[in-house]
């Protein structure tokens, strides 16, 4: 399975040293969009000694491509790429007809629709094979998960080498998982701030994160279902870390609309899917969809993690048990016997992670007194872990021993902004971050600056992801891996 990369500069000599470039960090195949340049086209220039295998496509602008001058130009350009000898032409399906076959330039037939995915995608993939095909190419624009699954069905089946690419970030899935359905090639961009179509990734990104050289027929598929869900970087630990250990599974982002979650979920066999990371805004609604769930789950009404047990799926909450871990070991003890029972924590904030944080303080019998910038949400919160409410501009009066900031004040880019003001913190406290970007917020270096213990959001969202992984592959996860694959890239965020 190879990665195409895509070439598409308005120069000749830009498209040359791209092209070198390519050749000389391991590129298999490159693909020249010669309707990029902007004087006329010479091939003479372009082709020799070239670097890597090429694909040669002119695309129309009614195709997604830039191509101005008249349509017999083009075709008179496809030919002469033939007569060249190049490894790859991409001829539309309306002019696949044509353009006979010469040589061994071998014809990848294309169909491109930038605003949806037909229905009929059988029908289409059989007119296209008829076209004397190497390869047939289909590309449509994704705007349900299905259509994605659509796509990836098609892979499956085809009888001719068939690509499948749904456009836009909810097909993301359809570029990633090409070599795992028997697609001969998926197209990479050269970098990330080259995106020649909806959803691309970058070579970089295809190789280094998601190691698609390695993806097979056998690969397991794990994911992070959100919306958005293009700021996570779960993909990121989770990949590195089945790296690590020789695993043969991959981690994707897997944008899905609210209103798309049970189909999606109904479909995650069709795409090889093992278990799922979910997050905001499906922790609450995905417990409908599940067949069990364990008891951390049940209390809080939030689900952040899902596995298939015998093709049904099983709800987890690692949230919780992993901000606990954090908080216990400060703390001393555990569930049945903590340390923090009859003490006092300061909950800042009532959204998810609030709720997960609110039952372990609880069931270890803390005295928990929640403030938030909305009331009701504080009172609804309260009621259902039978802790205390106090207005958010009194939270400063409360005599915490605990205090935990479950609200995104003083996340990046904000990072002048924090919930507790300089001079609350003293030395007999812990304090709490769940925002992990920055690591050292506002709100953490006060706490430092005072005397007090703390705990990041690094040390819980990895703590959560690491209690994942040990649910996905039933192995231990390596834990400093993940920690400094999450600092590298907070780090590389801000340059």
């Known amino acids: 399975m190879t990665i195409c990369v895509i070439v598409g ?24 969009r010669l309707d990029y340049i902007m004087s006329d086209v010479n091939l003479r220039r372009l082709l020799p000694e070239r670097p890597t295998p090429v694909v040669i496509t002119v695309r129309r602008q009614r195709d997604g491509g830039r191509w101005s001058r008249s ?27 044509s353009i006979p076959r010469f040589g061994k330039t071998k014809r990848i037939v294309s169909y491109h629709n930038f605003q949806e995915t037909p229905e009929n995608l059988a029908a289409l993939h059989e007119r ?41 970030e909810i097909g993301t899935p359809s570029r990633i998982l090409g070599g795992k359905f028997g697609s001969p090639l998926t197209y990479a961009a050269f970098s990330s701030d080259r995106e020649l179509a909806p959803g691309q990734l970058s070579y970089e990104q295809m190789r280094a994160v998601y190691h698609y050289d390695d993806i097979n027929a056998d690969t397991e598929v794990f994911g992070v279902v959100a919306d958005p869900v293009g700021h996570s970087m779960s993909p990121l630990l ?75 799926p099983v709800g987890y909450n690692t949230d919780y048990r992993a901000s606990m871990a954090s908080i216990d070991r400060l703390f001393g003890g555990d569930e049945k016997q903590s340390g923090l029972a009859g003490k006092t924590a300061l909950l800042l904030g009532a959204g998810g992670v609030s709720k997960a944080i609110a039952c372990g303080l609880r069931r270890r019998g803390c005295d928990v007194v929640i403030a938030s910038r909305t009331l009701e ?13 106090i207005d958010w501009k009194l939270r400063h009066s409360v005599q915490a021993h605990l205090v935990v900031n479950g609200t995104p004040l003083g996340m990046h880019p904000n990072l002048d902004e924090s919930p507790i003001d300089e001079g609350y913190f003293s030395t007999d406290m ?13 709100f953490i270096k006060r706490a430092r600056e005072a005397g007090a213990k703390t705990i990041t959001g690094i040390d819980m969202f990895v703590g959560q992801a690491a209690l994942q992984f040990k649910l996905f592959t039933a192995h231990d996860p390596p834990m400093d891996l993940m920690r400094q694959t999450i600092r590298r890239a907070i780090s590389a965020a801000k340059l």
């Open 238 to 312: 989770h990949n590195a870390a089945f790296r690590a250990l020789s695993m043969n599974r991959v981690y994707l982002p897997l944008r899905v609309p609210r209103e798309h979650l049970a189909k999606f979920l109904q479909d995650c066999p069709e795409l090889g899917i093992k278990g799922l990371s979910v997050t905001i805004p499906h922790k609450e609604e995905v417990i409908q969809h599940l067949v069990k769930t364990d008891d951390a789950t049940t209390e809080i009404a939030a689900c952040n993690t899902v596995i298939w047990k015998e093709g049904k």
């Open 430 to 442: 812990v304090a709490f971050d769940t925002v992990y970007n920055p690591e050292q917020t506002l």
């Open 71 to 97: 349509e017999d130009q083009r075709q008179v350009l496809l030919r002469q790429a033939i007569a060249s000898g190049v490894e790859y032409v991409d001829l539309e399906e309306d002019i696949a007809g």
């Open 9 to 32: 500069r308005g120069r000749h000599k830009h498209m040359i040293a791209e092209h070198k470039h390519l050749g000389e960090v391991g590129a298999q195949l490159v693909e020249l």
């Open 128 to 168: 296209m094979s008829k076209l004397d095909a190497d390869i047939v190419k289909i590309a449509t624009m994704a705007h349900t998960p299905s259509d994605t699954t659509r796509l990836v069905q098609l892979m499956k089946g085809a009888k001719i080498p068939t690509v499948a690419i749904a456009m836009g």
């Open 377 to 389: 949400k504080s009172e609804a919160l309260a009621k259902k872990f039978k802790a205390r409410t």
